[in-house]
């Protein structure tokens, strides 16, 4: 004897809603998430009366923390590895310009060899960002 189910012949059609539940969880969880990876390094920069500078191109951003730990466009480096990082970052660029922020507690003497490394590879223009002094 056959059963009802079986003369009615194989289910075609397709149940989206453990689908759609598991898609809503993960926009939840991105949602939530995405901001958190937006994350800003702490550097406390030195304060000055100067006016900003115009920029043209991407700029291109050294970051010394505190701890002398250095960042290239969000990249972690090392002191002797600057210097390549450099060079290959401004290899098809006409313009070669860096932006060097360096926290206040940053020692002056290691804040000048690099920028002697940036200048070896051969970066004509190297700004100092700062703050502007708060009357």
């Given at each position: ?7 009615r012949?194989?289910l075609s ?6 689908l759609v539940?598991?898609?809503l969880?993960l926009?939840?969880i991105f949602m939530?998430?995405?901001p958190?990876m937006q ?8 304060k ?5 500078l115009?920029?043209k191109?991407e700029?291109?951003i050294?970051?010394i923390?505190k ?5 290239l466009n969000?990249?972690?480096l090392?002191v ?14 006409s313009t ?10 940053v020692?002056?003497g290691?804040?000048?060899?690099c ?8 970066v ?6 700062t ?5």
């Amino acid at each position: 004897m056959k059963s009802n189910r079986d003369s009615r012949g194989p289910l075609s059609e397709i149940n989206i809603i453990p689908l759609v539940d598991v898609m809503l969880v993960l926009l939840i969880i991105f949602m939530i998430t995405a901001p958190m990876m937006q994350h800003g390094m702490n550097i406390d920069i030195p304060k000055v009366t100067t006016k900003p500078l115009p920029t043209k191109d991407e700029p291109q951003i050294l970051n010394i923390t505190k701890e002398q730990k250095l960042i290239l466009n969000e990249k972690r480096l090392v002191v002797k590895d600057l210097k390549a990082a450099i060079q290959l970052l401004f290899t098809n660029k006409s313009t070669k310009e860096i932006y060097l922020r360096a926290d206040k507690e940053v020692p002056y003497g290691f804040v000048v060899t690099c920028m002697g490394l940036i200048r070896e590879a051969g970066v004509e223009k190297i700004n100092i960002v700062t703050k502007p002094l708060e009357e």
